[in-house]
């Protein structure tokens, strides 16, 4: 089985009330593959970066089973760069330096070798360009999952956007956006709304709240963990994403129960993302650490009621 | 089985986005005694009101097995009167009119009768009234429950409110009053602090996001039902706070496993309660509509996931 993900491969530089770093590799596609990575046999990525990125971090995905021959590397051009402060509240943040870069002549190309991709994982980027991903597959994925934000949802942009949407199976948003795009308060109400313009399930995302997870009249709720401490929430989404979709890929089955378990998966990764630097955390886990992760989920929200008909 | 409850009984007038109300009853006892009611066998209150209270209302409790012996009337006087106006996002409001009337006399006396309850909830007032009631009791309850605010946080209060914490089992406190009581942002590093200060139980209420039960070192979340609309929530986190401490009281079983289910019937309860003007709602529920609507709570984060050891 193999997912294919488009999405940023770029730097970031951060700052926390804990400490800042550096440039360090970020990027949602990079996010996406390392947690991916824990499930899929083969993540296949499509992205673009400069000649100062450091290709050693290449190798060290692919060293995970990642193939990153759809990475086109810009001869002589700088990678796309974000720098952002984090509040103290850690759910609020300034972004200091956005240098598209690269990113300003990023037009995906689909290498051969990765049609025929079980699932389509859509990063976050211009909704052009996932509707040009789209158009380049010969075979249908069985299942494509597509991530966006508030920026699309501007006049601007909003009509791709809902043309990508309405031919996307997965949805994953967070719970502004969502009523940012419906024009509805209630996340129940924004959902239906959301669901009728194309996509079979829409995945809200509350951060520190969980993640809500909406299929015709069912509702799954996951939490988040309560973490003593939240060190960087760079990525978290990202790797939701990518932990939440290596799930399906892996277990072949996109069936309501199995995307309740898959989104389980997706939070405990984002829950380990959260304890280190930007992908840090994410590069050093055991299948061991994830299940006790997991076991931690279960225990969260476990409780017996025996109801009386 | 029975129990005791200490708080407001009082008008409320109340605007949302949906409509607004004359002076209605509200007050924590009340929405306490209506949501316990469907659980415990008998109710007590100790409240006070002046002689401008609809007596048909406490006729209305004594129906549901509430012992109103304790609410004392006070003649020539009016009682307590709350108006608020809640903004759109229903998550902020504005106090229009705090008049305590009543309140500023309450001196809370424990009938003979009510000696002996099994459990106690102390409905959120001034920690020296609360205080007062326990010194009251000639037998210690199976369970005290605490309820309180950020208003008795400030220094004029908060020596009194430490040490009522450190005579009772289970704290009741919303995530902002968490933080505050706590001086820490993080609800995990919160809740270890808040247990050291006495309490062997803390649930912390965070509205439309759910509960969080701790105990020692264990920690259960309950999501609240994503609801398509919220009508009025005033009350919720006492209707929350009754059904918790009836459930428990009914039950008769005070173990963590068991006051997890109570956290779920309390939150049921609360989602009824924000359906509806007031506890409107709360005077017309049965037995089948409680269990129907925890039904929804298992089928909201029940998932199924065997993990490989």
Redesign the interface.
């Known amino acids: 089985m193999s997912l294919l993900t488009v999405g940023t491969v770029a730097f970031d530089a951060i700052e926390t009330p804990f400490g800042k770093t550096d440039k360090i590799v970020g990027g949602a596609a990079t996010y996406i593959a390392w947690s991916a990575s824990y499930f899929s046999k083969k993540v296949n990525i499509v992205s673009v970066i400069g000649d100062d990125f450091d290709m050693n971090e290449l190798a060290e995905l692919r060293k995970r089973g990642v193939d990153t021959t759809g990475i086109e590397v810009k001869e002589g051009k700088k990678s796309f760069f974000w720098s952002g402060k984090y509040h ?3 759910n609020t943040r300034d972004t200091l330096i956005t240098d598209l870069n690269v990113l300003l002549e990023f037009n995906p190309q689909i290498p051969a070798a990765y049609q025929g991709s079980d699932i389509l994982l859509l990063g976050n980027i211009d909704p052009n360009l996932q509707l040009n991903v789209l158009n380049q597959l010969t075979t249908k994925p069985k299942l494509t999952i597509l991530d966006t934000m508030n920026f699309w949802m501007t006049p601007s942009y909003k009509e791709k956007l809902l043309e990508v949407i309405s031919k996307i199976d997965v949805l994953t948003i967070n719970d502004a956006e969502a009523r940012e795009l419906s024009n509805e ?5 924004a959902a239906k709304k959301i669901l009728s313009m194309g996509p079979e399930y829409l995945v809200i995302k ?1 951060g520190e ?2 993640a ?1 997870l909406f299929h015709e009249n ?6 988040a963990l ?5 060190f960087d929430p760079t990525g978290a989404g990202d790797t939701f994403a990518g932990g939440f979709a290596g799930y399906l890929d892996k277990t072949r089955d996109i069936s309501f ?1 199995n995307m ?2 898959a989104i ?1 998966y997706g939070s405990a990764m984002a829950s380990f993302c959260v304890e280190k630097f930007g992908a840090e955390r994410l590069r050093e886990l055991t ?1 061991n650490d994830i ?1 006790d992760r ?2 931690d989920f ?4 476990q ?3 025996v ?3």
């Open positions: 103290l509240d850690m308060y209630s996340l129940v109400k509350k709240h969980g809500l069912n509702v799954f709720f996951a939490p309560p973490l003593e401490e939240v129960e309740k378990r389980i299948h299940e997991v076991k279960i225990d969260l929200v409780f017996d009621i109801l009386q008909d």
